[in-house]
């Protein structure tokens, strides 16, 4: 079992940067895959990024191709998201998730089994 714990939301300007932290409890950090998802209000939950157990595969939807980084460091039990030259349309609380299964076998509506509480970003215009 792990629990995850995000950080590093907040209000920018569009064209800014912020990066996101997801900080994993738990001896078998290392054994799960962990994506980044995000809501927005009124809409459902998206993939926005994920990289495999030992950060050597990253997954990104288009959306966010070129402008977002996944990275992790399983020393410190930690997974980020570089998010740069951000959009009014990137504004969502982001969600960090884990699981066993790798990411590059997720499908879209995959259930992942571990999930943070989340925090807000918000870029306006």
């Known amino acids: 079992q792990v629990t995850l714990d995000e950080s590093g939301g907040g209000s920018v300007q569009a064209g800014d940067s912020l990066k996101l932290a997801c900080l994993g409890s738990?001896?078998?950090?290392?054994?799960?895959?962990v994506g980044w998802f995000r809501q927005a209000p009124g809409k459902e939950r998206e993939f926005v990024a994920g990289?495999?157990?030992?950060?050597?595969?990253?997954k990104y939807d288009d959306s966010v191709k070129g402008r977002f980084t996944i990275t992790r460091d399983n020393a410190q039990a930690t997974v980020y998201l570089q998010m740069d030259s951000l959009k009014p349309e990137d504004t969502a609380t982001y969600y960090c998730?884990?699981?066993?299964?790798?990411?590059?076998?997720?499908?879209?509506?995959?259930?992942?089994?571990?999930w943070g509480h989340g925090t807000l970003v918000t870029v306006s215009s």
């Open positions: 998730a884990a699981d066993v299964i790798p990411v590059t076998s997720w499908y879209p509506g995959f259930a992942l089994d571990y």
């Open positions: 738990g001896r078998l950090f290392h054994t799960y895959a």
């Open positions: 990289v495999t157990k030992t950060g050597d595969v990253t």
